[in-house]
């Protein structure tokens, strides 16, 4: 059963119905200086070739690119010896994710295209968790999010990161460009006017809401219907229908501190138990939004911190609440204006491995085009580049050496190696720079080891039309009480010379989000560092077989009123999977509040001498402009 509603409004903003899905958006006033010429078609690689996006299966955290590390922080283990090649750099990098990226463009913009750099990574492709995945059906390229994907306007970046998104053509009149390029119904880019169902496990496959269920959950017009409609016990409905419209003030009795010192020390989750008196198995619903957005729980931040987090109840904390709520669509409007390559922000990875080293793709301009360009992976690591990057090899080892060089120690592809450099930049995993150097103080280490990151599991699935997707009428669906608790379309942007799918005919790409932190109450001995470490160890003991059958019971229960048959639909399958996601930001249920200079990442990235920390961990924060502000920070370390 499938309900929509036309007619729909957003803190006081009203939306029309959206309709002729899977189409991409276009616009008649784009800005000046942009051009995207769409192919129709686009060959795929040659058989046999390397060419890591078209890889299906298990990606993300695959066979081979791991071993090596958890060998070495599991089990103390790594070789005795190493070959010592005739290469010396200027810089080495530890990590080609987007701080790896940054610090060899912000090192070489500084000390000139001379500088030797070599980039390391223990993966198959670059990009860290902006992977790309790519897929061709009669000529027709497909592409969609292997991990990182939001760019927020640059506007908000420091100098540093907004120069560096400059340089590679992200600039603000390429977002405004981009935004109109992208499809009014793609709910994925938090367009607060498209469809965004929601969808309950039912006896006979799931009932699906196609209308705007984000607006519902706010209090929006026509909600109480919405929440009607609803397979849900009456008295359930009649609480999410007081909790949502603002009808009553949940924390009535409390006085101003005293409401702000419960915001601030109660788990969202146990509010909504405690206070507007939901069962445990309603808290799924409205979870699901946290889930996608931090991938953690309403157990594992508190009611202010899940409000400002994107979950729902703002309208029922009395009169504060609702002026807040009042006061705050332009603040949404801002938050949810977001914007997106169609392969996510592996096109921003693209562009600064193009730019380090151009011959990968020569063809490439700029943003423009590069979603349609065929990268030269042989080109990465040619002798001949003054920047070199160098795929499977997983570092275990980085010290500075008395002689004023670091040396580089690393497995590639099962043999030992050793490099040195005049300085290194550790842009890797926080939690494994403490094996890497062991001379580190203890103190140092223990700031590097304290940040556990969140994990998650990003799924596309080709299919060889659109149809049954279309007839479920909207872009996007929470599936709160399922493995995979966001389904989407593909990101249908038409920019860097890619064509999103014309119709309901053309093939297209499902996207689908899961987080294994569980939603039942934790053991209250586990901290959230605690169960992001089981919800990890869940992801790597998840085979893709299990994996596979998940999405196909899913995806079959969700389309199969509209046609959907998973045997001969689905051509292919490929899993992100990503043990170590997120950087972990603090939680103020569990972590203390620090002085300045003392939170634990502050303490782990501190400059070791002709070595410095460049990641997300070391701002935790979780966003790409963290990630730059990082590697600019490193390179000035080195280089100063």
């Not at 949940?250 to 101003?256: A, M, N, T, V």
């Not at 005293?258 to 405690?274: A, C, P, R």
Request: a negative charge; one cysteine or more.
């Amino acid at each position: 059963m499938s309900k929509q509603i036309k007619r729909r409004d957003f803190v006081g903003g009203m939306a029309i119905g959206a309709g002729g899905l899977l189409l991409g958006g276009c616009a008649d006033d784009l800005p000046t200086g942009f051009t995207n010429e769409l192919p129709l078609v686009s060959l795929a690689p040659t058989p046999g070739s390397y060419y890591p996006p078209t890889l299906t299966g298990m990606r993300g955290s695959h066979e081979g690119s791991y071993e090596v590390a958890h060998a070495l922080s599991w089990r103390g283990e790594k070789p005795a010896d190493y070959q010592l090649l005739d290469e010396h750099y200027n810089l080495v990098v530890v990590g080609a994710g987007m701080s790896g990226l940054a610090a060899a463009h912000y090192y070489r913009e500084k000390m000139g295209p001379q500088a030797k750099i070599l980039i390391l990574d223990n993966h198959d492709d670059f990009g860290g968790h902006a992977k790309r995945n790519e897929f061709h059906r009669n000529g027709r390229m497909m592409v969609s999010l292997g991990g990182a994907q939001n760019i927020e306007s640059v506007t908000g970046y420091s100098d540093a990161a907004a120069k560096l998104m400059d340089d590679i053509g992200v600039n603000e009149e390429f977002l405004d460009f981009m935004g109109a390029s992208t499809s009014d119904d793609l709910a994925l880019v938090g367009n607060l006017e498209a469809n965004n169902g929601v969808a309950l496990p039912g006896s006979q496959g799931h009932y699906l809401y196609a209308g705007n269920w984000n607006a519902a959950m706010f209090g929006a017009e026509g909600y109480e219907q919405v929440i009607q409609s609803l397979p849900l016990p009456d008295d359930e409905k009649d609480k999410l229908i007081a909790f949502w419209g603002g009808k009553r003030d949940f924390l009535q009795g409390l006085s101003l501190s005293e409401k702000w010192e419960y915001l601030n020390s109660v788990s969202y989750n146990q509010f909504l138990v405690d206070k507007v008196g939901l069962l445990p198995t309603t808290l799924p619903i409205l979870n699901a939004i946290i889930l996608h957005l931090s991938g953690m729980t309403g157990w594992n931040l508190t009611v202010g911190e899940a409000l400002l987090g994107g979950a729902s109840g703002l309208k029922s904390l009395g009169w504060l609440g609702r002026a807040t709520a009042s006061a705050g669509g332009a603040f949404l409007d801002d938050l949810m204006a977001i914007r997106m390559f169609p392969d996510g922000n592996a096109s921003v990875a693209r562009l600064l491995v193009q730019k380090l080293i151009p011959d990968v793709a020569p063809e490439v301009t700029g943003p423009a085009n590069i979603v349609a360009a065929r990268f030269n992976y042989q080109a990465l690591d040619k002798e001949s580049n003054n920047t070199r990057l160098r795929l499977n090899s997983t570092a275990v080892g980085v010290r500075e050496h008395q002689a004023g060089i670091v040396e580089i120690d690393f497995v590639e592809q099962g043999t030992p190696k050793r490099v040195v450099a005049d300085h290194c930049i550790l842009a890797c995993y926080n939690g494994l720079i403490p094996h890497l150097c062991p001379e580190m103080p203890e103190s140092q280490k223990a700031g590097l080891a304290y940040g556990v990151k969140t994990p998650f599991v990003y799924a596309n699935v080709q299919v060889r039309n659109g149809k049954a997707f279309s007839k479920a009428g909207s872009t996007l669906f929470q599936c709160p009480y399922d493995p995979f608790q966001w389904v989407s379309c593909a990101p249908t942007v038409a920019v860097g010379g890619f064509e999103p799918p014309r119709g309901p005919d053309d093939p297209m790409v499902i996207f689908m989000m899961h987080s294994p932190m569980p939603l039942t109450k934790p053991d209250p001995k586990l901290s959230t560092r605690d169960q992001l470490r089981l919800a990890r160890t869940e992801v790597y003991r998840t085979r893709f077989d299990d994996y596979e059958r998940q999405i196909r019971e899913q995806l079959q229960s969700l389309y199969g009123q509209f046609g959907f048959q998973h045997q001969s639909d689905i051509e292919a399958i490929t899993v992100n999977r990503i043990p170590h996601g997120y950087a972990y930001p603090y939680v103020k249920l569990d972590d203390p509040q620090w002085g300045p200079g003392q939170a634990p990442h502050e303490v782990g990235r501190a400059q070791f001498g002709r070595i410095s920390v460049a990641n997300s961990d070391s701002e935790a924060v979780a966003l790409m402009n963290a990630a730059f502000d990082a590697a600019y920070r490193a390179v000035q370390e080195q280089t100063s």
